[in-house]
């Protein structure tokens, strides 16, 4: 079994390093891993710390967004024949501990895309994240008839077979409900499982902002009727 | 006051046009295009340069039946048609770019991996 791990970096010059440092390099039932390193266009030395691990490093020439960054994180995955492809952000917030958590329902084939959850185990979250992660929970159940807790968690596995049928071409933050969105429509086995969140002054003054909430909604609205 | 709407549309006329058509002899945009934007910017000074038209054009569609509202409705739609097509284009563009980036950024990485003799 071959596992690759995808990470849009966009500006992560503080800490893109430590992150892929900290992340696993043997997992019980994974023969090899493959770390992907997306560098969406930085402007600060977020490149040279990558080129300091032993991260596959891939370079946007341009910032196109973290949608288009995962994207091409999945299309290498999908060349290294990785069976299963890990998504997780660039900015500290998640534990790389909870990699085994989400590939187990993959392993054990009970699932074909897992979202490593925030709230399920919400401790921490600041209120107004809940509120605006409940506002995406619904716009993409609404849009796809799946009810998930966190679809916004840039923490997921998606399967080999899966990874193939998927056609993704958002570019930013509108991924994630992108991928629950495709999965649904392939029919595919979803599955959630709580993960733990590093909430650093850094993680927090990364992500989205509210005021991006239109904007996906009208780049998922526009991608339902196929525009 | 007339006066000063006068300079202004002729301003941005003047601007518009010149660059839809250099965009256009430089083949950047269609004829279609420019005869598009030739027309609505003559229309704009026309109403700049003589507002009675307004009046007249809503004789035309039935006096004062029409009403102002109807005028502002259709120039409404007409402001989000335009909209939507920017979106629809940038849009375009947008994806484009990404698999551009996608192919730049895969075909390099891949390149490296070759000349390091690594498989």
Redesign the interface.
């Known amino acids: 079994m071959k596992l690759a791990i995808v990470i849009p970096v966009f500006n992560e010059s503080k800490v893109i390093k430590t992150v892929i440092n900290s992340l696993p390099r043997r997992l019980k039932g994974i023969d090899k891993i493959s770390i992907i390193a997306v560098n969406d266009g930085s402007t600060d030395s977020s490149q040279k710390e990558i080129l300091k691990t032993d991260a596959v490093l891939l370079n946007h020439p341009i910032n196109l967004g973290t949608g288009s960054a995962t994207i091409t994180g999945f299309e290498m995955a999908k060349k290294l024949s990785t069976d299963i492809a890990v998504s997780i952000d660039g900015d500290g917030q998640h534990d790389p501990k909870d990699i085994e958590k989400v590939i187990e329902p993959i392993l054990e084939q009970k699932a074909d895309l897992v979202i490593g959850s925030r709230l399920i185990k919400s401790e921490g979250m600041p209120k107004l994240k809940k509120a605006g992660n409940f506002i995406f929970n619904f716009i993409t159940f609404i849009l796809c008839g799946r009810w998930v807790s966190d679809t916004q968690s840039g923490f997921k596995a998606i399967s080999r077979p899966l990874l193939s049928k998927l056609r993704l071409d958002t570019m930013g933050y509108e991924i994630c409900s992108e991928i629950i969105i495709e999965a649904a429509q392939q029919k595919a086995i979803v599955k959630e499982v709580p993960i733990r969140v590093i909430y650093t002054s850094y993680s927090k003054s990364k992500g989205q902002s509210m005021l991006n909430g239109v904007n996906i909604l009208t780049k998922l609205i526009f991608r339902k009727v196929k525009i | 006051m007339q006066a000063a709407a006068k300079i202004f549309a002729t301003i941005l006329g003047f601007l518009v046009l010149s660059r839809a058509y250099t965009d256009y002899k430089a083949k950047k945009e269609s004829l279609i295009m420019m005869v598009f934007w030739t027309l609505t910017w003559v229309a704009i000074l026309s109403i700049a340069y003589y507002p009675d038209l307004v009046r007249r054009l809503m004789d035309l569609f039935g006096g004062e039946r029409t009403g102002l509202g109807t005028v502002f409705g259709m120039g409404l739609a007409f402001v989000l048609y335009v909209s939507y097509r920017v979106?629809?284009k940038a849009?375009r563009i947008?994806?484009a770019?990404?698999k551009l980036?996608?192919r730049?950024?895969?075909g390099?990485?891949?390149g490296k991996k070759t000349r390091s003799g690594k498989k």
């Open positions: 979106y629809t849009n947008e994806k770019l990404g980036a996608r730049l950024a895969i390099s990485a891949e």
